[in-house]
């Protein structure tokens, strides 16, 4: 799925994704209505839940208004000095840019069968210049073939087992030996390469802010709350708790 919305146009991904949100929101008007039809939020447990749902909203919201750090922060001195402490978190990996070509072929083909399939693959490792051709004459993946067999950059936690092996052996523009699996033989190309790197403070600057913004804003949450609980001292009767928790397991009711 990730590789066939990658090969849309970006027009196109918009347009899918409008049009699956709009289906989602005339869906949802549409139980509305009959639900209303039927006076279902006139029911008590229904009733119920709004109100909980009432209350934890005004909770959350207030809590986040309270929360929420002042807009300076974090300086930049306070992203610096967690940048470069936690310089090996913001690592990106190896990186390899690879294609494929595929042919489809069952498990349990007569071996005649199977021979062919792979004797379709064996020029491209004498002749790779063509493998871009032969991919989109010959390839089964027609989303991959359409491209030449590019299937984009991938880091090596993201490769197939089976097939890792043969693409971390090449070096760049070397082409693999054709290997079998489940779905038939395939063939690889690397492409390219990227060297893992750490990104610059600039690069991941945005994200680092985000998140220092929200533990900040938990940590506030954590400290108004205690301070909350404090002025408000609250007592626990364990024993009537403890009845209550018998009383819901036997009847399912407080």
Request: proline content about 5%; charged content about 25%.
């Amino acid at each position: 799925v990730h590789v066939f919305l990658e090969s849309l146009a970006p027009r196109d991904q918009a347009l899918l994704a409008l049009n699956q949100a709009v289906r989602s929101q005339l869906a949802e008007k549409i139980v509305l209505k009959e639900a209303l039809n039927k006076q279902w939020d006139k029911r008590a447990d229904v009733l119920s839940q709004i109100e909980r749902l009432r209350r934890n909203c005004i909770v959350e919201s207030y809590l986040e208004s309270i929360s929420a750090p002042p807009d300076s922060y974090p300086s930049t001195t306070e992203l610096k000095a967690v940048y470069d402490a936690n310089l090996e978190t913001f690592r990106v990996p190896k990186q390899y840019r690879i294609a494929q070509v595929f042919i489809a072929v069952a498990r349990n083909v007569d071996r005649s069968d199977d021979d062919k399939a792979r004797a379709q693959l064996e020029p491209l490792c004498k002749q790779p210049d063509t493998f871009a051709a032969v991919a989109r004459a010959q390839s089964n993946d027609k989303i991959t073939a359409e491209r030449g067999g590019e299937i984009g950059w991938v880091i090596e936690s993201q490769m197939q087992p089976e097939t890792r092996s043969h693409i971390l052996a090449l070096s760049k523009d070397g082409v693999s030996e054709p290997f079998r699996l489940n779905d038939g033989w395939h063939i690889v190309k690397l492409l390219d390469v990227k060297e893992s790197y750490i990104p610059s403070l600039d690069e991941v600057k945005p994200v680092l802010v985000q998140q220092l913004r929200l533990e900040q804003a938990r940590v506030n949450s954590q400290i108004y709350l205690a301070k909350l609980m404090k002025a408000n001292p609250v007592t626990i009767n364990e024993i009537a708790l403890a009845e209550q928790l018998d009383q819901v397991a036997k009847t399912g009711k407080p």
